[in-house]
């Protein structure tokens, strides 16, 4: 019988929590980062910062610094999938489904798809940073190598 290294079992109990879970620390830490920048500014916080697509832009303080947030948001995530989903093979599928589900979120809250081009340039480099740095999270805890048990050797 041949081994099977790191087989996969198809489990979508597992796979739909880690979407949710994933969700939550995107939401939840998005929120944080923004309240952060927002103390910043002594701006109004309002769910406009998270899903209308007009607030991200280059013109104004607040929307440079809610781009930010969004980039660090990135960051945080990445950390998320290097904890919770911990398989490097993994993370560009929960990576775009994170951000498939915020850009429906997105077209719910505005009535109709985003529009702006900085809301999709913002959007997929934060998909980049995030699959890019979450995989290399994964990739060297999955490549860290085995130790072998060194007991006492026999003398043969």
């Not at 060297?140 to 048990?149: G, K, S």
Request: one cysteine or more.
């Amino acid at each position: 019988m041949a081994s099977h290294f790191r087989s996969y079992i198809w489990d979508p109990v597992l796979i739909v929590c880690q979407i949710v879970l994933m969700q939550c620390i995107y939401y939840s830490f998005l929120g944080l980062w923004l309240a952060g920048v927002d103390s910043l500014v002594q701006s109004n916080r309002s769910l406009d910062q998270i899903f209308s697509y007009e607030v991200l832009g280059f013109a104004t303080l607040q929307g440079r610094l809610s781009m930010m947030a969004f980039i660090l948001n990135s960051l945080t995530c990445a950390v998320g999938l290097w904890f919770f989903i911990r398989r490097g093979k993994q993370c560009l599928d929960f990576t775009v489904t994170v951000h498939f589900f915020h850009m429906i979120g997105c077209w719910i809250y505005n009535a109709h798809l985003p529009a702006a081009l900085s809301w999709w340039l913002v959007n997929v480099a934060c998909m980049a940073l995030m699959a890019v740095i979450g995989e290399y999270l994964c990739m060297r805890t999955e490549l860290r190598a085995i130790p072998v048990n060194s007991g006492p050797k026999s003398n043969l």
